[in-house]
């Protein structure tokens, strides 16, 4: 009897391994290796909040900023989200 309740429990994670799977999830082969969509659109939003980190410093609108830390992980999650949402819809 605990043996097979060993057994049961053991095998009880692997109900959740079913979204790992490439053919459920939103995932890419990028140079032989599956990524992620979520981990392809959070490359994207780092991108693109460094370089409207340059973009406003070369225009001097980061001196103006109070909350820089917070304004520049605000709008990579804002760009992430902006290319999940437009790449694998609502």
């Known amino acids: 009897m605990l043996r097979s309740s060993a057994r049961m429990l053991a095998l009880h994670p692997l109900l959740f391994l079913g979204g790992c799977a490439t053919h459920h999830a939103p995932s890419f082969s990028l140079f032989g290796a599956y990524f992620p969509g979520w981990m392809l659109c959070g ?48």
């Open 43 to 90: 490359i994207i939003g780092v991108f693109v909040a460094v370089t409207l980190r340059l973009l406003f410093v070369v225009s001097g609108i980061d001196a103006f900023l109070s909350l820089r830390l917070f304004t520049y992980v605000s709008l990579g999650v804002i760009a992430a989200l902006l290319v999940w949402l437009v790449w694998f819809g609502p």
